[in-house]
Protein backbone atom coordinates (compact mmCIF):
# COMPACT_ATOMS: atom_id res chain seq x y z
CA UNK A 1 0.00 0.00 0.00
CA UNK A 2 1.40 3.31 -0.61
CA UNK A 3 0.02 6.55 1.10
CA UNK A 4 0.68 9.54 -0.48
CA UNK A 5 0.42 13.59 1.39
CA UNK A 6 -0.18 16.55 -0.63
CA UNK A 7 0.73 20.09 1.39
CA UNK A 8 -0.48 22.99 -0.58
CA UNK A 9 2.40 24.67 -2.34
CA UNK A 10 2.58 27.64 -4.38
CA UNK A 11 5.06 27.99 -6.94
CA UNK A 12 7.15 30.49 -8.50
CA UNK A 13 9.05 30.24 -11.46
CA UNK A 14 11.10 32.66 -13.87
CA UNK A 15 12.97 31.86 -17.44
CA UNK A 16 15.71 33.77 -19.56
CA UNK A 17 16.47 33.59 -22.69
CA UNK A 18 19.60 35.61 -23.81
CA UNK A 19 22.42 35.46 -26.59
CA UNK A 20 26.03 36.10 -26.63
CA UNK A 21 27.34 38.82 -28.40
CA UNK A 22 30.16 37.37 -29.56
CA UNK A 23 29.02 34.03 -30.34
CA UNK A 24 25.39 34.27 -31.17
CA UNK A 25 24.49 31.00 -29.04
CA UNK A 26 21.57 31.55 -27.42
CA UNK A 27 20.83 30.28 -23.35
CA UNK A 28 18.08 29.10 -21.72
CA UNK A 29 18.30 29.45 -17.75
CA UNK A 30 14.44 28.51 -15.36
CA UNK A 31 14.75 28.64 -11.72
CA UNK A 32 11.19 27.48 -9.89
CA UNK A 33 10.51 27.67 -5.99
CA UNK A 34 7.61 25.54 -4.60
CA UNK A 35 6.38 26.81 -0.76
CA UNK A 36 3.70 26.83 0.77
CA UNK A 37 1.94 30.07 0.59
CA UNK A 38 2.28 31.29 4.00
CA UNK A 39 6.34 30.99 3.44
CA UNK A 40 5.94 32.89 0.81
CA UNK A 41 4.12 36.02 2.92
CA UNK A 42 6.43 35.63 5.23
CA UNK A 43 9.52 35.78 2.48
CA UNK A 44 8.12 38.78 0.86
CA UNK A 45 7.26 40.57 4.16
CA UNK A 46 11.33 40.22 4.46
CA UNK A 47 12.09 41.11 0.78
CA UNK A 48 9.65 44.22 1.00
CA UNK A 49 11.59 45.47 4.58
CA UNK A 50 15.35 45.41 2.82
CA UNK A 51 13.50 47.55 -0.64
CA UNK A 52 12.42 49.54 2.38
CA UNK A 53 15.31 50.34 4.06
CA UNK A 54 17.68 51.02 1.28
CA UNK A 55 14.85 53.34 -0.25
CA UNK A 56 13.99 51.44 -3.91
CA UNK A 57 10.86 50.35 -4.41
CA UNK A 58 11.87 47.09 -6.72
CA UNK A 59 15.02 44.98 -7.53
CA UNK A 60 15.88 43.71 -10.81
CA UNK A 61 19.47 42.45 -10.76
CA UNK A 62 20.00 43.14 -14.44
CA UNK A 63 19.15 47.06 -13.22
CA UNK A 64 20.72 46.55 -10.24
CA UNK A 65 24.41 45.28 -11.81
CA UNK A 66 23.85 48.59 -14.74
CA UNK A 67 23.82 50.80 -11.99
CA UNK A 68 20.22 51.92 -13.93
CA UNK A 69 16.74 53.27 -13.08
CA UNK A 70 16.87 53.24 -9.37
CA UNK A 71 20.12 51.88 -8.84
CA UNK A 72 21.67 54.60 -11.20
CA UNK A 73 22.68 56.73 -7.96
CA UNK A 74 25.63 56.97 -5.84
CA UNK A 75 26.17 54.14 -3.57
CA UNK A 76 29.49 52.86 -2.52
CA UNK A 77 30.38 49.53 -3.29
CA UNK A 78 30.30 48.67 -0.03
CA UNK A 79 26.61 50.20 0.56
CA UNK A 80 26.02 47.92 -2.93
CA UNK A 81 27.28 45.03 -1.42
CA UNK A 82 25.29 45.22 2.02
CA UNK A 83 22.38 45.44 -0.57
CA UNK A 84 22.77 42.24 -2.10
CA UNK A 85 24.27 40.32 0.99
CA UNK A 86 20.27 41.28 2.56
CA UNK A 87 18.48 40.31 -0.70
CA UNK A 88 20.80 36.57 -0.62
CA UNK A 89 20.05 36.42 3.00
CA UNK A 90 15.80 36.97 3.36
CA UNK A 91 14.57 33.63 4.61
CA UNK A 92 14.44 30.80 2.05
CA UNK A 93 10.44 30.23 1.61
CA UNK A 94 10.80 26.29 1.83
CA UNK A 95 11.90 26.31 5.58
CA UNK A 96 8.98 25.08 6.81
CA UNK A 97 7.76 22.00 3.97
CA UNK A 98 9.88 19.53 1.70
CA UNK A 99 9.96 21.56 -1.07
CA UNK A 100 11.76 22.10 -3.91
CA UNK A 101 14.32 24.53 -5.69
CA UNK A 102 15.24 24.31 -9.40
CA UNK A 103 17.30 25.49 -11.54
CA UNK A 104 18.47 24.62 -14.93
CA UNK A 105 20.24 26.17 -18.22
CA UNK A 106 20.86 25.06 -21.55
CA UNK A 107 22.52 26.51 -24.46
CA UNK A 108 21.86 26.15 -28.19
CA UNK A 109 24.40 23.99 -28.81
CA UNK A 110 23.53 21.01 -26.13
CA UNK A 111 20.20 21.48 -27.24
CA UNK A 112 21.10 20.78 -31.13
Known amino acids: MTIEVF ?3 TT ?10 RSQQWLCCVAAYIASFDSWIEAESEWQAVL ?13 LARQKEFKNDWSDAKRNLFMERFCTVENPLSDIAGLNLFGAIGKKTHD
Open 52 to 64: DSFGVSECHLTDF
Open 12 to 21: YADESIRTDR
Open 7 to 9: HKA
